[in-house]
Structure formats: structure tokens, C-alpha cells
């Protein structure tokens, strides 16, 4: 089990969550290289280490938020409500703040 | 291809394991000699693996087995197979959903067939069948399509109705009355279980009598990359010049990709697995339920191994959770109510490379001499014979096998995905 501290409800399980991944910035199709357009899409940076991510509490509050997390211990440093950052997530519009399926659901 | 088969039979392995040895060994004196020796390391070799698994050791025997090169190290920052190959559940099929998928994997099943006489090691391959179950409409229909694919790559593979799944696993649950009813399942009987422990000593030891070096609790923590090309590695115990550079390092292999500069499109997610105390023999096929997000076997042993889908976030990780041995019980119990008063044993978890298709990633990179063999996700143990194979050939020829040329890096630039996740995300 881990603890996720979400800046609205306080620490909950994480099976609370979903987790959304790190935020990445959409680029501009007018000017976007294929190259960007890879990175954009596919290219995490994966560390073994401390990481800036976004979560989703689905089964709370229902709003995103950012956390630091250590990958290798999960241990969690800060978790911020997203203020500026909201608009670069991978969900610009908040669009899936109404799903429940998270990013690996499907048929299976 | 036989020429190439005897001449790996060929190979003067010492102290064959055989009936005859087992009682010399056994009732006379003296020990075993070692499965595979521990070397000095050079400052150079012509190729080094970098991960001691199923892939990494897989790609030095074919090198050395086919292609004749063998001045080649493994280096591994634990011990051979304590990645991924040492803690998967061993399911082995090719009941895959793309074309690319399915030739690839079948050709892995062909080697596994006949691996134990070609490494001299009883891999313990047993071919008991291997069911997909579907509980709505569109798995049933996802069972259709993929029949209809391995039919057509000529892979022993159907659809079948309820009854015919009762007559298969009279345990199991087929009645209406459960919660998600059984519809049909796909049904590949050459699909079955191995014991990976052996795959990955057996390779081990047949590449060290050909000449390979196997450097255990060897880190890797560079490598040097000068005018566009690898020239070698740095390691906690020195550094190694080489031209070419093998990434085999599966949940880890980011972090080699990024030492040499290679982006790739992989994230790193823990799997559990668990396995129950013995109980007799009654469980013929593996059987995978995406909808329950569950597959159980039968080991030789009597032991129940269980599985699940990967765990819902990136991490390095290797702990396991309640979470998992909850939901897994509670699963498990919906299609086999007799199990209620079996006892867990252990669960563990290993670090899965998943890539966004569930396809590998395979060949070359932008970096001269630097080559992967990683995106392996909940579903690469099967694929150690293959990829070892192709990866040689890749390696010895500087040409991309065709088996392969699907699952290039480059296929993310290209939108060239092969979509692999109807048939690999649960059943791995
Ligand atoms: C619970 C579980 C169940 C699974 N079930 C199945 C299944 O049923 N069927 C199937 O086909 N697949 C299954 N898999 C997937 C399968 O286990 C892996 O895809 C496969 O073992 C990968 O093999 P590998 O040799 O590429 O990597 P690994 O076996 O993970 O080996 C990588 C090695 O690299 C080493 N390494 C890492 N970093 C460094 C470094 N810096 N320097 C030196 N060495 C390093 C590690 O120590 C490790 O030994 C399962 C996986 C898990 C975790
Ligand atoms: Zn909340």
C-alpha cells in the first residue's frame, strides 16, 4: 500500500487514484517536427529516482493535483495543487476528470 | 538450418548431464564441476550483453553457437536471472493478435521445443495447453480475431464453448450464475509452462563452454559513446572497451539507453505474481481471464502460480501489496471456488519495460554499435529463444532478421505501432 498526500482530501491509498504521469506540453502543430511530435506522444523520461507527476482522485475530491515521488522507495516529498501547471498535463482540458477507466484500462 | 542445429549440438560441453553421470556423480565420488566459471575480466571483448537474463544470455549463446563469435561478455550488477527471468510465471505461447507477433513468438516456441537436448538441460517444457477466457461479447470477439490470425500463421489455435472448457478444467466455474459468465475461451494447446530457472542456467552454462564470460555483480554505470559510435562501458569494477554494446536490461533498460543517449518510448511498472502450498495434480491448461485480470497455473509441483495485470503506476519497486493478494484471492475464487482453503505461499514482484503497443522494442539505434533487446513488459520470457536468435544474426550480419524489422525503434517516429495489447496485457 501507498499513501498519496492529496492536497484537497489529505493522505489516502492509492488505490484512490489514477495516476496520470509525468506533465508533458502539447506542441504546436504548425511547427512540430516528427521528432517532437515522438517525444510528445511516446518518450517518458523513466527515472530511477525522484520524479514531478501528475495524479487524478477519482475516488475523492475528483481533481488533479502534482506529486514528488522517489520511484525506487515510492516515498512521496510534496504533492502541490496544480494551479499553473493544470494547462500542460496530458489532459489540457480536463477532459477524463469524468472517467473512471485510467490509462491502462481496456479490454485486456 | 541443420547444419546450423548440429553444429550447436556439437559444442564439447564437460560433464553432460546424463543417467550415467547422475549415478557416477551420485554414488562415487567427486562433484559436479561448476554449470559455468567466473573469469577475469578482459579489457576488451568483441561484444558485451549488458543484463543476465533469459535475453542477455540467449543473445551471447546464439553469438557464439551460430555465428562462431564468443569473445563475448555477460555482465549482470546481481546474479543471473535475478531480473525479470528469474520471477516471471513462465507462460509460453503464440496465440499473439498481429501477424508480426504471432510468427515471432511461434518461432521462440519451435526453439523452446527442442531446447532441453540442445543445451543438455531439462528446461521442463510442458506443452499442457493454455486457455483465454472471454466474459462479454467483445473478448469473444477478440478470441474470433485472433483464432482467425494464428489460423491463418498456422498456430494450433481455436475458439470453444463453455462445455468444452468444463470438459477441459471440471473445477471450474462455467455456470451462468456467477457474476461474468464464461462465454468461450480461445483455446492454444501448444501453449504451457517451462521452468525458467533452468532456461536461464541452461544458456548460461552451454555459452561458457563455448567460450562466453559471465561477469556476476558487474554494474554498469556508463557508457562511452565517442564520434557517434559505442566504445565501451564503465562498470563498478572497471572500465571495457567493445564495438558493439547489447542493452538487456528490461525494467532497467532506460537507464541504460539514456547512458549511451538513446531515448526510448518505455516505462518501467512492477508485476506480482504469487504461488499457493502444493496441491494435488488438477489443473491441466493455463488460464487467463483479462476480464477478472487473473491467470493461474499448475505447476509440475502441485503449486498454484498466479498472476495479474501489470500494477497501476511506473516504479522501481520491488515490494509487493495487499492490494494485489486481495483482488487476486477474490478473482481466483470466482472461478474456482475450491481453492477457498488454499494457502498462499509467497508473492514478489519483477520490473516490467512496458512500451505503448506491448510489442518490443528490437535492432539498432542512432548509436552506432549500440543495439537493444528490451520492451519485454509482462509477456518477454517467451521470447528469449527468438530474440537471442535474432539479435546473433542482427549482430553477426548487420542485417535486421525480418522476423524483426517490425519492431524497429523506429517504428514510434514512423506511427508504425504493432498493436499487441488485446493479447498481452493480462495473458502476458
Ligand atoms: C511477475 C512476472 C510474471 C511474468 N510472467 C511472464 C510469463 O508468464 N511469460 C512471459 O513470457 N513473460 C513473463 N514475464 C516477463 C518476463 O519475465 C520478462 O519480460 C523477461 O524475463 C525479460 O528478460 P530479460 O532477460 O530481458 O530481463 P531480466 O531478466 O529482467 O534481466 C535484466 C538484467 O539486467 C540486470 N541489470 C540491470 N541494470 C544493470 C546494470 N546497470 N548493469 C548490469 N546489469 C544490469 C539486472 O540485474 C537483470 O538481471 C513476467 C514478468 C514478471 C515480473
Ligand atoms: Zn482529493
Redesign the pocket.
Known sequence: MMLLPCPHCGPRNSSEFRYVGEGTARPDPGTATIGVWRDYLYTRSNPAGWTTENWFHRAGCRRYFTVERHTVSNAVRASHRPAAQARTTSDPEGLSAGTERGPDAGPG | MLSRLSSRNGHGMRARYSAFNLVRYGIGSGEWPRAWRDHEMKASYDVII???????LAVAYYLAADHGITNVAV????Y?????????????RSNYLTPEGVRFYDRSVKLYERLAGELNFNVMFSQRGHLTLAHSDSSLRTMHWRAEVNKLEGIDSEVIGPQEIKALVPFMDTSESTRYPILGALYHPPGGIIRHDAVVWGYARAADALGVHIHQN????GIDVSGGRVAGVRTDRGSIAAPVVVN?????ST??SDMAGVDMPVTTSP???AVTEPVRPFLRPVIVSGTLHIYVSQTDRGELVF?ASVDPFPSYSMRGSLEFTEELAGHILELMPSLSSVRVLRQW????DMTPDYSPIMGVTPVEGFYV??G?????????PVAGETMAQLIATQKTPELITAFGLERFSRGALVGEKGAASVG?
Open positions: 549488458v543484463g543476465g537474463g533469459v535475453h542477455g555482465l549482470d550488477k546481481g543471473i536471472g535475478s531480473g525479470g527471468s528469474g520471477r516471471n510465471t513462465a507462460i509460453i558487474t554494474e554498469v554505470t538487456c536490461t528490461a525494467g532497467w537507464l541504460i508485476l506480482q505474481a498472476g514482484a519483477g520490473l516490467c533487446d528490451v519485454w513488459g509482462t509477456y518477454g520470457f517467451k521470447a528469449g502476458h
